[in-house]
């Protein structure tokens, strides 16, 4: 400890000057190239509620939004080597029972906007029809039941089941986005200059470390 204590009287100068310097030459190195971008469009949807499993449970999205039959309807110029690729960029995230993120990357922005945008304007079409026809079914045994003529005793059973019809209709929701389609720039632009201080200061006490320690350790063995 005695020898180690002279080392770094002797080199104390350096000891301390290294690590400022290293500091300082990472702080105001220059910024090395950004490595080749790419880009992740990304949106958020919440299912719809009208008794559809296939389109009103989240969990059961991936086996729609990834089947060849519905990938083709969407992209129909596209050959099977380009659905696949389409397919494993393309990332369903269920957050719960009625949410979903779905997000695609790709090399080109606006591409990468485009493929995600027809998936998701397929899905919601698809779900808008389904929605309508439950919508429609609902409001024709509405109008019926409402034109029926009944006895008095009847009446209560009529109300009550009006009541129940409109009520189912009132829960009834379409798909909505809930976080709208954007896309993000992936690219690595390297450390910034608050980091590569640091990393010289540290670089720079690891050397001060092998100049003080490391000849005396040796010297002893």
Known sequence: ???????????????????????LFGYFMPKGAAAPADYTASVTI?????????YNNAKEVPLLLKNDPFLKEVFPDLDEE?????????????????????????????????????????????DKKLFLKRDRVIEKNIKALEGETVSADSKVDKQRFLYELETNRLDLKAAEEIEPLTA??????????????????????????????VPEVLKER
Do not use: C, H, W
């Not at 400890?1 to 500091?23: D, H, N």
């Not at 919440?46 to 296939?54: V, W």
């Not at 720039?185 to 540290?202: E, F, I, Q, Y």
């Open 46 to 54: 919440s299912t719809g509620n009208y008794g559809e499993s296939l």
């Open 82 to 126: 380009e659905l696949a690729s389409i397919k494993e960029e393309l990332v369903i995230d269920i957050r719960s029972d009625s949410l979903f993120n779905l997000s695609y990357t790709g090399p080109d922005k606006e591409q990468t906007l485009n493929v995600l945008e027809k998936i998701k304007d397929a899905y919601k079409k698809e």
């Open 184 to 213: 993000l720039d992936n690219v690595a632009g390297g450390m910034s200059p608050k980091k590569r201080a640091v990393l010289g200061v540290l670089i720079g006490l690891a050397l001060s470390f092998f100049i003080v320690v």
């Open 1 to 23: 400890m005695k020898r180690i204590a002279g080392r770094i009287k002797k080199y104390i100068v350096p000891i301390v000057a290294l690590p400022l310097v290293l500091g």
